[in-house]
């Protein structure tokens, strides 16, 4: 059994698209709705999980910070050039344009219709909203959805870094659209 050799940068590099080849390869039906995320560093580090996840478009709405800023650049290293993202006054502006295109909006949220993230179904194209890492997601926002998921929750806790949770669904959303 050969041991296992962990590849240079320069290998990794070679498996992957340069800024100019993304752009003309097709991205996943997920838009994904930041609303209110009062870190620069989550709002860096969900550009840099939507490049990996490449995801159609990133809506920052409310207060969350726009790029170009060092705190979001810091974490996104470079992400910020590569999704296509946009930005709205507020979360509901943002759902009702969303509708408009076509897409359903899902909440990651706990509310009393919430299903399972890992085991529920979706149609695509989608839309996931993560919410304010202290209030979650607005109530208007909510009432206007079209469904609600949340992550399972095994601890005490009962929710996960709003970094952290939009890496566990986006990816578990990529690989449903992928099952499809």
Known sequence: ???IRKLAYNEIKSQRY???ELKSQPRFPIYVVLENIRSMYNVGAAFRTSDAARIQELILCGY???PPRKEIDKTALGATETVPWRHFKTGLDAVYWLHEQGVKVMVLEHT???QNLMTM???FPIALVIGNEVDGVSEEVVAAADLACEIPMYGMKQSLNAAVAYGIAVFQL???FHRK
């Open 64 to 66: 969350t910070a726009c």
């Open 174 to 176: 990529v690989e449903k």
């Open 1 to 3: 059994m050969n041991p």
């Open 112 to 114: 009393d219709q919430s």
């Open 121 to 123: 179904n979706c149609e």
């Open 18 to 20: 340069s800024p100019d």
